[in-house]
């Protein structure tokens, strides 16, 4: 009676002794228990990480605030003054640095703009001028 006991003894240790599987969450789900939380594992210290790239992203080939604008000139207020003062006239706060395109107009899809594609962030303006803009390739 003792040998059965301790053999049962053991075959309930054995398992935690010797890093037998662990209970899954679908075992534990069957018997209506919640699920385990997730493990968190480090990474190695001797492993590198990988660091931002300090190459730009392309231009976009669409716009997700509307279609391409094709403008005949291009420039921010610090370095084209006729920008800053359209800006000022038109009641619209514009940061020195800030690209805009001036005589815009939508690109119609397959169409090809000459002077300057640009993305912009506010049409709004009746293609007078268009404000927070990227350089954009068709």
């Known amino acids: ?45 001797n492993h590198a990480r990988s660091a931002p790239s300090n190459i730009p992203p392309p231009p976009p080939q669409f716009c997700l605030t509307g279609p391409i604008q094709c403008c005949q000139s291009a420039g921010t ?32 899809a397959g169409a090809h703009c000459a002077t300057n594609s640009l993305c912009c962030k506010n049409n709004s303006f009746n293609g007078i001028i268009a404000v927070d803009c990227t350089p954009a390739t068709l």
């Open 77 to 108: 207020p610090a370095s084209s003054p006729t920008i800053g003062v359209l800006a000022g006239l038109l009641g619209i706060s514009v940061g020195n640095t800030v690209l805009c395109g001036l005589t815009c107009s939508p690109l119609a």
């Open 1 to 45: 009676m003792k040998i059965t006991s301790i053999l049962a003894v053991l075959a309930a240790t054995l398992p935690v002794v010797f890093g037998a599987p662990a209970e899954t969450n679908a075992d534990r789900l069957s018997r209506g228990l919640p699920p385990l939380p997730p493990v968190r594992r480090g990474t190695p210290a």
